[in-house]
């Protein structure tokens, strides 16, 4: 199957410096990635919709100054955190969406980054 | 998305079969149904998608009802492995995949 990583799978940082998150297909062409946040015994939340070459699409209550996403190429994603404070901490996922003969889009999601801020 | 119902969890014996239900009973035409699983402190897991035909695969078969409002995911012979949390989602083709709280299914030995 379609393989996603992530990089890196964990990270500690001090609050108030910035986290780069990557998330690369690596055996398919990703046209949109997504980015979601998964707190403690909670679901998976979407955070935004990632196309390759134009502005990430922020769902409601993220912010876009905060989260800072680059989808340069059509295998690379990436998720800035900017000035990141405790409550940032979470357990980030991406996944790209492969296009499919049947014409369903399944997604394929990367292992996950595990942030911590002290 | 349409909104799915799963119970919040399941046990089964293991090696036998596990069939964890969903309901979808406001799903469109043209919604597919995904099925993913996660795994503790791991991304989601695709498993296998439907629109109206029955699929099946390595993994798993998925039963999908003729009026589309229910399916069933059938892992034939479970093994302590198959213990995570499994998510029904049905969504359009060109839209993002709503997570809901999903089934736990523990696999007991």
């Known amino acids: 199957g379609a393989v996603v990583s992530q990089h890196p799978s964990w990270v500690i940082c001090k609050s108030g410096t910035s986290v780069k998150i990557e998330c690369r297909s690596l055996?398919?062409?990703?046209?949109?990635m997504f980015w979601y946040r998964q707190f403690p015994k909670q679901s998976l939340m979407l955070m935004a919709t990632?196309?390759?070459?134009?502005?990430?699409?922020?769902e409601q209550g993220v912010e876009k100054d905060k989260f800072l996403i680059n989808h340069a190429s059509l295998t690379l994603s990436t998720l800035t955190v900017t000035s990141a404070h405790p409550e940032d901490s979470s357990f980030y996922i991406c996944s790209a969406r492969a296009s499919g003969t049947s014409g369903a889009n399944e997604q394929f999601f990367g292992p996950g980054t595990r942030l911590t801020v002290l | 998305d349409a909104k799915t119902t799963q119970p919040p969890s399941m046990d089964c014996a293991e090696g036998r079969a596990a069939n964890l239900p969903c309901n979808h009973s406001t799903i469109s035409g043209n919604e597919y149904v995904y099925w993913y699983r996660q795994i503790h402190s791991q991304g989601p897991q695709y498993i296998i998608h439907?629109?109206?035909n029955n699929e099946t695969n390595e993994m798993a078969s998925l039963i999908i009802t003729e009026d589309r409002k229910s399916s069933t995911l059938i892992l034939p012979h479970a093994t302590l492995r198959d213990t995570a949390v499994y998510y029904c989602i049905a969504s359009g083709s060109a839209r993002q995949l709503t997570f809901g709280s999903g089934t736990q299914l523990t696999v007991l030995p």
């Open positions: 990632s196309n390759e070459g134009s502005k990430a699409t922020y």
């Open positions: 055996d398919f062409q990703a046209t949109t």
């Open positions: 439907g629109l109206k």
